[in-house]
């Protein structure tokens, strides 16, 4: 891996995490009518969808893994993780997606689920074009 694609996830994540921070500062100083806790259809929508690109990302990761990819460009879970730190990274991911439901500003959890739809897409993008595959052997 060159040094440059490490530190260019690097700078990716740390962009994501400001998105996020600057979506939650500017939500938070809103002044907006109250509006209602429930989810509607477009929570739904944008919960089920980033969650299938969680499980995409989940599954086609683990195929790379397996067959000995290189490095991986989450650094989270390091360059050589194993198969085990991929599935409980992934599946607190999926947990935290999860449970994005239950922030109460709507704009604030719509932002999130698009940030995390937007991130998965490029993940899952990426593995396929390097060739890896769904592997329902997690």
Not at 35 to 59: I, K
């Amino acid at each position: 891996m060159r040094p440059w694609d490490t530190q260019r996830g690097r700078v990716a994540s740390i962009v994501v995490v400001g998105t996020l921070l600057c979506a939650a500062a500017g939500s938070a100083q809103s002044r907006c009518p109250v509006t209602s806790r429930r989810l509607t259809r477009t929570d739904y929508t944008l919960l089920g969808f980033s969650t299938a690109l969680l499980a995409t990302d989940w599954l086609s990761t683990v195929d790379a893994v397996r067959r000995g990819r290189t490095p991986e460009t989450n650094v989270l879970i390091g360059p050589h993780p194993s198969v085990g730190r991929v599935n409980a990274y992934m599946a607190l991911s999926a947990a935290t997606n999860i449970a994005v439901a239950f922030i109460s500003k709507p704009a604030l959890r719509r932002t999130v689920w698009v940030v995390v739809s937007a991130v998965e897409a490029r993940a899952t993008f990426h593995n396929f074009a390097l060739g890896y595959h769904l592997s329902l052997r997690i």
